[in-house]
């Protein structure tokens, strides 16, 4: 299978090269940045054009004789293999961020890339320059703050109910109104396909009524039922014997028949009018079965085995937010030298409330033999750089991870999924304390892996928080397991997986005799 790129490179060197077949090291720069090898090249064009190249690495130009023209043949080709893609995702952070870089990498691969999404991210898609289509039908959550736009949902102190409500209020009952603005922009956008969030909640009616194919990209964990795990959305871990394996079915039966039954019900009768049969036992399994494929990011060893998984599921290792390799100064700070141990804390973008994480750490930690750095998202800088104002500390908005985790020794965070993927692939073993937006089942994941210590609270005091550190300081369990995952992260290029299976999906290419 010939990938959209290989026909952009030998398109755009052999117009540079006046219709001759420019050599490899010529085209090397080009294919580097695109992150094709020279021998995926030559194969490529063997398959695509049927022609041999006996001398790959020859610094010799060769004329390639055809009984077409080249130029128009290549151009031919360039133009139907630019595909319309259109991604769409939730208004949250965790939704759209770790989308960024997939998009700008088809997009720089030649297809006409744009977005469906909040005006929250307008700012950000100009600079990515890609198109922005906002929610016109569609509710707005500005600047991801649910609690704005339902101010009922602050008394919700319990972890199913605030699920719940949220399954349908920010998600399901979203649907429609996604799909209404989706069918608009397909008057002006004829989309080939659609990219989206695994949970994005127009991905059956796109599916079944606008007749394209959806890829939904799993930035969270795997909510698929499986007769091997519990149910989705409480946080617990798999236990694989005999009185283990019933419980966790007697737990899936309530969890679908009574704790989450109400999404179903709605998300059933939203459906209904449309003639959209309701696929699986939840919401979770109907996402995925409506999905043509669900690429999801990370790798099978941060997912609980299961044996029944489903047929267009996929895993394309860590898919994570755009980082411009050039054009940035990277963050560093003088104190990195001089301690011996350091810890990162965050409490992510969304939670505002710093006594829940980001106080805590500091106190625990101020006045000691540790570096902390906190990073607060932009909520309550100011005042925590007056209130710990202590040398062993650094406080900022934002420090990009990629710059800080290398230097870190453990990662204090709520579990957001794009964080926890950066650890990983850090080797950076990490404390969660996290609860609810589904942060639940991902610091499962990380004490269930050894990958941290997962304390099952909001609120850790600073004493778990202190033990915890040090538990991951002295046992090397912790590194060993965080290590040997970063290294299975490592065999995925997941921006160029993504980009086959659209190719694979599609199978639109166009087969050329010269």
């Known amino acids: 299978m010939v990938s959209t790129t290989i026909i952009w490179v030998f398109y755009k060197h052999i117009i540079k090269f006046n219709l001759l077949i420019p050599t490899i090291s010529d085209m090397v720069p080009t294919l580097q940045g695109l992150q094709i090898t020279p021998a995926d090249f030559i194969f490529a064009l063997r398959k695509k054009f049927q022609i041999i190249i006996k001398d790959p690495v020859s610094n010799k130009e060769k004329k390639m004789e055809n009984k077409k023209s080249i130029k128009s043949m290549a151009t031919a080709i360039f133009t139907d293999n630019r595909k319309k893609i259109l991604f769409a995702s939730f208004p949250a952070d965790g939704h759209f961020n770790p989308l960024t870089g997939l998009a700008v990498f088809l997009q720089n691969s030649g297809h006409d890339v744009r977005w469906y999404t909040s005006v929250s991210y307008a700012d950000k898609l100009k600079k990515l320059n890609i198109r922005h289509y906002p929610f016109e039908k569609a509710l707005e959550i500005p600047d991801n703050n649910i609690d704005q736009i339902f101010p009922e949902r602050k008394k919700i102190k319990s972890q199913v109910k605030k699920l719940v409500f949220d399954m349908i209020q920010a998600f399901i009952l979203r649907g429609p109104e996604y799909f209404e603005d989706i069918k608009e922009i397909r008057n002006e956008f004829p989309f080939d396909i659609v990219v989206c969030d695994c949970v994005f909640p127009a991905i059956p009616f796109i599916k079944e009524k606008i007749e ?3 890829i939904a990209i799993g930035v969270l964990p795997l909510t698929e039922s499986s007769k ?15 009185i283990g394996r019933i419980k966790q079915s007697v737990l899936r039966f309530v ?11 709605v998300m059933a009768k939203i459906l209904q009018p449309h003639g959209i049969n309701f696929e699986g036992s939840n919401i979770f ?20 085995r299961r044996s029944d998984l489903s047929k267009n599921i996929r895993f394309i290792g860590p898919l994570l937010p755009y980082n411009p390799a050039t054009g940035r100064q990277a963050w560093t700070h003088e104190k990195l030298k001089y301690y011996d141990k350091i810890i990162l804390v965050t409490q992510g973008t969304v939670e505002k409330d710093m006594s829940k994480l980001l106080i805590p750490t500091l106190e625990t930690y101020k006045n000691s033999e540790y570096l902390v750095v906190a990073t607060t998202g932009g909520s309550g800088t100011k005042e925590l750089k007056e209130k710990y104002p202590f040398e062993n500390i650094i406080i900022e908005d934002f420090i990009p991870f990629q710059d800080i985790m290398p230097y870190a020794d453990v990662y204090i965070t709520n579990g957001g999924y794009g964080g926890v993927m950066l650890s990983i692939q850090n080797q950076l073993p990490m404390v969660v304390a996290g609860i609810h937006e589904g942060k639940n089942e991902i610091n499962a994941r990380v004490g269930y892996f050894n990958l941290g210590i997962n304390l099952r609270t909001e609120r850790p ?8 550190v040090e538990k991951i300081l002295c046992d090397g ?12 992260f490592s065999k995925y290029n997941p921006n160029q997986l993504v980009r086959n299976y659209i190719d694979e999906v599609l199978d639109r290419q166009v087969h050329v005799k010269i």
């Open 477 to 488: 369990i912790y590194y060993k397991s965080v290590k040997k995952l970063s290294s299975e």
């Open 285 to 304: 399994d109907l996402f995925v079965s409506k999905s043509t494929l669900l690429l999801q990011s990370g790798t099978p060893g941060f997912e609980y």
């Open 228 to 242: 091997d795990v519990p149910p989705a959305g409480l946080g617990i871990t798999p236990v694989n014997s005999l």
């Open 255 to 265: 969890a679908d028949k009574i704790l989450f039954s109400k999404p179903t019900k």
């Open 461 to 468: 005091g600073p004493a778990r928080l202190k033990i915890s």
């Open 212 to 214: 394209v194919p959806v």
